[in-house]
């Protein structure tokens, strides 16, 4: 079960399965919801719960450092709806009124609380339901914890395994992740690029206690500044051409969740003071509007250009990058970690297998040896990309050092020519065709070019061409 129970009524049956059904519930929502006992004790908090646990003085009996949940009593806050609902009772049974105290206009982060009556028709526990800045979202199955409030998991699989390495360079930036993800801090990502930080980046969110909440992903680099400024913070309806309406901006749809702004150094110095305001008062003003609006969002940013050199050069703020760093992460070339290259590219070949419906190929060890010994210039993106075409390419079971070959030119010190790339795997890709019609027609070339819809000329040259024998 996704939530925790601490001091579970032991003595009113009716109670207990009420609470439990109501905990089956509140396991699939996105809304944090919790149940206390009268003496203010925690008797369930569901997963969602957890991001709250530095804002509700209730949720203080969450050790995390254990993983436990203590029973000692806490005092709540004296805006505490649940203790409202305690000292005031239910409404009557007659009154079109319910039993719902809902004090939109406290800052309590639990102001809905509904009493949960026992055995004998008493008030014996509160249910307390927390406000979100979006619809609810009910949560699949799959991605429901299994353990207790502090469990990390998010479903059957380990995030990490997305990030394929047991390289030092590699296990060391696992064991950052590990480290971070828990915490409530902004990380800054840097690395060449296709070196994963996107990856990374989901990874992060999904060990965090925001996983449940949405992970957006926004390129600064590809949005002028007005664009970008109206996508993240929002706009009011004539702030700019075009807006015809109030549209909340991507931190507001974040809420509770994690924000990843990637390249994030190709900012204006501009945007860089307002997003700098969004770290220092977690609080977002939509263009166009005098009023500002608090956001819980984590921020998570990457830059393929080491940010202290635009520091030095005078196009990066020096305090944005202190609050953008708190937690900053390397990610490694691929170049410095050549001994992962075989697992990624065994799992680039099952991957693409199954993306392409193709039956499971091997890699012959020359081929292999050829792609390790590469400068990928594009690193882990680069190699995907390759080990995609090769697959798309091989003619047996398995991809030969002849199939890998005629990139070579390619992969040392010069950019790749893209158009050369195309020709060589479209002229793969037809050589593949002809081998599949002539084994259709039993080697029948009259049979063959009628097949391909050619003229038995051109099936001829292209046969001489491509050597088919």
């Not at 926004?218 to 309806?237: M, Q, V």
């Not at 609050?323 to 799992?347: G, N, Q, Y």
């Not at 390619?410 to 002809?434: C, H, M, V, W, Y």
């Amino acid at each position: 079960m996704a939530g925790s129970f601490v001091n579970t009524p032991q003595h009113d049956p009716i109670l207990t399965a009420r609470i439990e059904t109501l905990a089956c519930l509140a396991d699939h929502l996105s809304e944090p919801v919790i149940v206390v006992s009268p003496t203010h004790q925690l008797v369930y908090a569901n997963t969602s719960a957890q991001r709250l646990v530095d804002d509700c003085p209730l949720l203080e009996q969450i050790q995390e450092e254990g993983r436990t949940i203590s029973h000692h009593q806490a005092q709540p806050c004296g805006e505490c709806p649940g203790k409202h609902v305690f000292e005031v009772g239910p409404a009557c049974p007659e009154s079109d009124g319910d039993a719902t105290s809902d004090a939109e206009t406290t800052t309590c982060p639990f102001p809905k609380s509904l009493p949960l009556t026992g055995s004998h028709d008493q008030i014996s526990c509160v249910l307390m339901m927390g406000r979100t800045a979006r619809e609810t979202v009910v949560l699949p199955e799959a991605r429901k914890s299994s353990s207790s409030i502090s469990t990390l998991e998010v479903d059957e699989t380990d995030p990490l395994d997305a990030l394929v390495g047991k390289s030092p360079a590699m296990q060391q930036v696992l064991d950052t992740i590990r480290l971070v993800a828990t915490s409530r801090a902004t990380v800054l990502l840097q690395g060449e690029s296709g070196t994963g930080k996107e990856l990374v980046a989901n990874t992060i969110h999904r060990l965090s206690p925001r996983r449940h909440a949405p992970f957006i992903v926004i390129d600064c680099g590809a949005l002028p500044e007005t664009l970008l400024e109206s996508e993240l913070f929002g706009h009011k309806r004539g702030a700019f051409t075009g807006a015809v309406s109030d549209r909340k901006g991507l931190f507001e749809e974040a809420e509770g969740g994690t924000i990843f702004l990637d390249e994030i150094a190709n900012t204006s110095p501009s945007f860089q003071a307002k997003l700098l305001r969004v770290l220092q008062e977690s609080e977002v003003k939509p263009v166009g509007s005098s009023q500002t609006t608090k956001v819980d969002v984590r921020i998570i940013s990457a830059s393929n250009t080491p940010l202290e050199e635009l520091i030095k050069a005078g196009s990066f703020r020096t305090d944005l990058f202190y609050r953008l760093a708190v937690l900053p992460i390397a990610l490694p070339p691929l170049r410095e970690r050549r001994e992962d290259i075989p697992s990624l590219i065994e799992c680039f070949i099952h991957r693409a297998c199954q993306k392409h419906q193709k039956a499971p190929l091997g890699i012959a060890p020359g081929a292999l040896h050829s792609l390790v010994q590469r400068t990928w210039l594009g690193n882990v993106r680069e190699l995907e990309h390759a080990v995609e075409r090769f697959v798309l390419t091989a003619r047996g079971p398995r991809i030969l050092l002849k199939d890998v070959e005629g990139e070579r030119s390619f992969s040392n010190d010069t950019t790749p020519d893209f158009r050369e790339l195309g020709r060589l795997a479209q002229t793969q890709a037809e050589k593949d065709i002809i081998v599949k019609a002539l084994s259709q027609a039993n080697g029948n070339k009259v049979l063959a070019a009628k097949l391909l819809k050619i003229s038995r000329a051109t099936l001829y040259n292209k046969i001489k061409t491509y050597r088919i024998v």
